[in-house]
């Protein structure tokens, strides 16, 4: 028999506790991350484009329980932005463990594919696609053996609803992107997985949609709710923590069982 070989996850190293990057973390499910992270014992970037007070808040909430955070600014969709943000985090805490890409957008208006506008279409590539490309790539260079890489895609890619056309096409690319660097980081001992969530209940889906909406999206899956930003957080945990060791090239849809 072959004798079996294991890396043990450590939750810290002689330079301290690990550290996760969490980009798009000033609010919903990426504070929500954040917070999860740091109540798990690692150090945390919060990262953010434009919502420095939010993100502020988020770092003041992480360091009031006894964690450790900073923020960083940095537009992922920016590639010399992305190693910016990876220099700061190193020099903040020496390391980079996890990464968790978070950061992404989706068009408010929900246009069908013939009325999408090349604007809308060309953010949604931007940030979605390219900023996913440029954190994996520092990434790759940059985290630490026994690593985690967590992305994220949408369950939209499985339910393929009307008006999602480009949105998920751009979710697609990621899960892509996971699967493929997953071989290409082998024998690194790092995971690379993404996360597919479902309607999650954050300030940004609920705003501008009815009652009667809301409730409509939250039957959709058997549980007969929505989502939460900590139900993802949880899916997250569990990838970039020890007992996710195991799992690596995969997407996870975190949906209730929508899909």
Known sequence: MHPITTTPFQASTPAGPRVALVTGASRGIGAAIAHRLARDGFRVVVNYAG????????????????????AVQADVADSSAVRQLFDAT??????????VNNAGVMPSTLPHLAQTDDATFDRLVAINIKGTFHTL???THRLQPGGRIVNFSSSLVGTALPGYAVYAATKSA????TSVL?????????????IAPGPTATALFLDGKTPELIE???QANPMERLGTPEDIANAVAFLAGP??????????RANGGMV
């Open 51 to 70: 919502r420095a007070a939010d993100a502020q808040m988020v770092v003041q909430a992480i360091t009031a329980a006894g964690g450790e955070a900073i």
């Open 90 to 99: 190193e020099q903040a805490f020496g390391r980079v463990d996890v990464l």
């Open 137 to 139: 790539r520092e990434a």
């Open 174 to 177: 990621v899960e892509t992107l």
């Open 182 to 194: 997953a071989k290409e980081l082998r024998g690194r001992n790092i995971t690379v997985n993404a």
């Open 216 to 218: 409509r999206l939250a």
């Open 243 to 252: 007992d996710g060791g195991w799992i690596h090239g995969q997407t996870l």
